[in-house]
């Protein structure tokens, strides 16, 4: 199944419609690189060549490659080249146009100076492309973002560049169209939006069976991409998995992270977090009116289902395989599963105003995000959980994750509670409920589960 990307086609269909030129499309393991180019260039009357590079060296990369043209029908028989620039030299000889991907560049790199790696694909971009469209893709989001910055040989040498992120969560319904909006916002929570991960899922079973099935299922890819992500991209993999799972389900300050992991002023968690931040696997967020105070600052993992699996299963793989998928589920999930999506919830709803503004829908907000609160006389502290920052004030809105309507007696109570604090330039006070309300009301703005997937 191919949902969405409908901007990224149509960025590549643009770049198709030229003679040659070269793109860079990146993003995490399973996110649909490679799905997206092989299904945006099946629609190029031009022969496609897809070669995946092999953590090797480069004369037996180039061999890989020569092998596939071969296999492509595209040159005769195996020719002895000695560099990827003279294999490209040889094919602007030929006649015709070719849609070229590379894919997983950065493995060309594993035993070959990066730098040389680069400056060689400098070479080809900059005087071989003749009548070639050149794709370069790859997974090693840290790698793949030195490939753009100035110091870098390629920078500046692509035509289009593409970050390629999980589906949001409408698109990512698209896999389980006939489940509630209750149960979308559940699943997304658990699954996320990687369309490799949904392609696993059973609509026509319940969240609690599809994990049951997959991320607690040994045997299951989807089990087996959450515990070998990390691992496939980070020499010191120890380490991540330790960090991902001490910040796991919820924000973690930095030294919440510190004391857990007791790496109290030693530089290494810094050095660590840096790496996964760069990768994209975590995000470090501020409330949006302490956009510059450090002690505001958390972190938090970005991809929904490594959350679910560093919450749930990393430190307790010995009970998984004792007790198996139904009663691990029972002893360790299901008393928690609600507040786990309720959190997941809040940052739906966040991405529900981001696609307003986005479309032109939402007008005059400046920023998106939580707002700390401190409240000295009632000695308490918080943060809102959806706030929409505009120069006259804040739009507030509590968001709920229930199974049933929210009622007007707590909607009051919010209220109140919001309208007590001294210094708040309030505007609009709403609430978003997955399951509607009770009654309507003009004193709020009110959005539903349904108008989120509207």
């Known amino acids: 199944m191919f949902f969405a990307r409908e901007k990224e086609l149509a960025l590549i269909e643009e770049l198709l419609r030229k003679k040659n030129g070269s793109a860079m499309i990146y993003g995490k393991r399973k996110v649909g690189k490679t799905t997206l180019l092989t299904h945006a260039l099946s629609k190029s009357k031009d022969k496609t060549?897809?070669?995946e590079c092999l953590k090797?060296?480069?004369?037996e990369n180039i061999e890989g490659f020569v092998n596939v043209l071969v296999r492509e029908n595209v040159i005769p028989v195996p020719l002895a080249f000695r560099s990827f620039t003279d294999v490209f030299a040889y094919l602007n000889t030929l006649d015709g146009t070719y849609n070229v991907i590379i894919d997983e560049y950065p493995y060309l790199k594993e035993m070959t100076k990066p730098a040389t790696v680069d400056s060689v694909f400098q070479t080809v971009i900059d005087n071989h492309l003749k009548n070639i469209r050149l794709f370069i893709s790859g997974s090693h989001v840290g790698m793949m973002k030195d490939m753009l910055e100035e110091k870098n040989?390629?920078?500046?040498?692509?035509?289009l560049t593409l970050r390629l992120k999980e589906l949001n969560y409408r698109d990512a319904a698209l896999f389980y169209p006939e489940k509630t909006v209750y149960d979308k916002v559940g699943f997304y929570s658990v699954f996320g939006g990687s369309p490799y991960i949904n392609e696993f899922i059973d609509p026509e079973k319940s969240l609690k069976e599809n994990i049951i099935a997959t991320i607690l299922n040994e045997s299951h890819p989807v089990y087996?991409?959450?515990e070998h992500l990390l691992i496939s991209d980070f020499t010191n993999a120890i380490g991540a998995e330790?960090?991902?799972?001490?910040?796991a389900n919820g924000k973690q300050k930095y030294s919440e992270i510190e004391?857990?992991?007791?790496m109290k002023n030693n530089g290494l968690l810094s050095k660590q977090l840096a790496s996964l931040l760069r990768m994209e696997i975590v995000t470090k967020t501020f409330p949006i009116n302490k956009p510059d105070d450090t002690k505001k600052c958390a972190y938090e993992v970005n991809d929904n289902l490594l959350r679910f699996y560093y919450s749930y299963v990393y430190k307790n793989k010995s009970a998984l395989r004792v007790l198996g998928p139904e009663a691990f589920y029972e002893e360790y999930v299901e008393h928690s599963l609600l507040t786990f999506i309720s959190h997941r919830f809040e940052e739906i709803v966040r991405d529900y105003f981001s696609l307003r503004a986005k479309s032109g829908k939402l007008k005059g907000v400046t920023n998106i995000g939580t707002y700390y609160y401190d409240d000295s006389l009632a000695k308490t502290n918080g943060e809102f959980d959806a706030v929409l920052e505009r120069r006259e004030g804040y739009d507030i809105y509590e968001v709920k994750y229930y199974a049933s309507p929210l009622g007007i007696g707590e909607m009051k109570k919010e209220e109140a509670q919001i309208k007590s604090l001294k210094g708040l330039q309030t505007g609009k006070?709403?609430?978003v409920s997955v399951s509607g309300f009770e009654k309507p009301t003009d004193e709020y703005d009110l959005v539903t589960g349904e108008d989120l997937y509207s």
Request: cysteine-free; overall charge positive; charged content about 15%.
């Open 49 to 51: 060549v897809y070669y």
């Open 56 to 59: 090797s060296t480069m004369e």
């Open 153 to 159: 040989a390629l920078y500046g040498r692509y035509s």
């Open 224 to 226: 087996q991409y959450a």
């Open 242 to 247: 330790r960090i991902i799972s001490a910040i």
């Open 259 to 262: 004391s857990k992991l007791g």
């Open 429 to 431: 006070i709403g609430f």
